[in-house]
């Protein structure tokens, strides 16, 4: 997830966090499986991508795309804080936002 309220930014976050797997075998296989394409995966991943593997947006947004899941029958989310690298503080914030309780 990625605290982040404008879609360029929170997109190019996203592929930076998320390039070092684009390459990797069994990740493409998984995400071919799940009905992406190779157009999808290739050039840092397609923007339809991105947006369906980085939730981004205001605390508001990001808990609406969280509620999702759970109403889908999820009964625990695991989040992953997308954010500039090193800035400890933006991966702190975030995971502050959406702590338990």
Known sequence: MCLE???STARALGRAELERYL?????????LSLGFTEADL???GSDRFIDAMVVSGSVDQ???RLEEHFDAGA???CIQPVH???DLD????TLEAFAPG
């Open 62 to 64: 990001i808990q609406r």
């Open 84 to 86: 500039p690298a090193g």
């Open 42 to 44: 290739d050039g840092g």
């Open 23 to 31: 390459v990797l075998p069994n990740y493409r296989r998984c995400w």
């Open 5 to 7: 309220e404008t879609t």
């Open 75 to 77: 009964t625990h989310v």
């Open 90 to 93: 933006a991966a702190e914030r």
